[in-house]
């Protein structure tokens, strides 16, 4: 019987951004559901933060995900990834954070690690993830929040993506002098770091999704292993 794992999604865009990766790096007979929730992330962005009722919703969907026969249940959205810690008391089946293997990634290249985000519900909560999981390895990191002012609005409400890009970018620039690592707080800025020609990279710029996809890669060989 093929194994099963879903994907919790705030943005349809998300879809687009995870499917190939999984496509690429999971095995091909895998059952992959993906669930959208555009409300988790217009009430989390209008809240400023998160609230019981979102907390409640996130629950709701990891139980659909184990009812349906999920054995984990990848969140793709830094906002919320708060939730995970107390769904996973909820549950029986795992419920990761899209941004800690990024984190892990980022301790192994250096300590003055840059954070950007273009929204404050998720800058805040990744900059608090890397605290807590510095805590937690024992590592000693200087954490500098960087935040796109202006981003979020120019894309999402006038959908300028030539005023986003260039804030971003103008940010990831400024951000690069202080950093040996920038952690991006949301996907779909890795589109715009891209755009920054590699030799003006001065320092690794990382993502969540492909990392993210490649620890579910090895969850999956380390369930298979178990099992034989």
Do not use: W
């Not at 950007?116 to 590592?139: C, D, F, H, N, Q």
């Amino acid at each position: 019987m093929p194994r099963k794992i879903a994907f919790l999604h705030t943005v349809f865009p998300a879809f687009g951004i995870f499917d190939p990766l999984i496509k690429e790096l999971l095995p091909p007979d895998l059952v992959v559901y993906h669930i959208t929730d555009e409300i988790l992330a217009k009430l989390v962005v209008a809240q400023g933060g998160l609230s019981p009722f979102l907390y409640r919703r996130v629950a709701e969907h990891a139980f659909a995900a184990e009812q349906a026969g999920a054995e984990l249940l990848q969140m793709t959205c830094s906002s919320i990834s708060p939730c995970a810690d107390y769904v996973s008391a909820l549950v029986s089946i795992p419920v990761l954070k899209v941004d800690i293997p990024m984190i892990d990634k980022a301790f192994t290249v250096g300590r003055r690690i840059g954070v950007a985000a273009t929204a404050m519900s998720a800058l805040s909560p990744l900059v608090e993830l890397v605290r807590l999981r510095a805590g937690e390895l024992g590592k000693s990191v200087e954490v500098e929040p960087a935040f796109c002012e202006g981003a979020y609005i120019a894309l999402f409400s006038r959908g300028d993506a030539e005023t986003h890009d260039r804030i971003v970018r103008e940010v990831l620039r400024d951000l690069m002098n202080r950093s040996d690592v920038i952690l991006l707080a949301q996907a779909s800025m890795q589109r715009v770091a891209d755009t920054i020609p590699s030799d003006e990279q001065r320092v690794p710029i990382l993502a969540s999704p492909r990392l993210a996809v490649e620890h579910l890669r090895e969850m999956l060989q380390t369930m298979a292993g178990r099992e034989g």
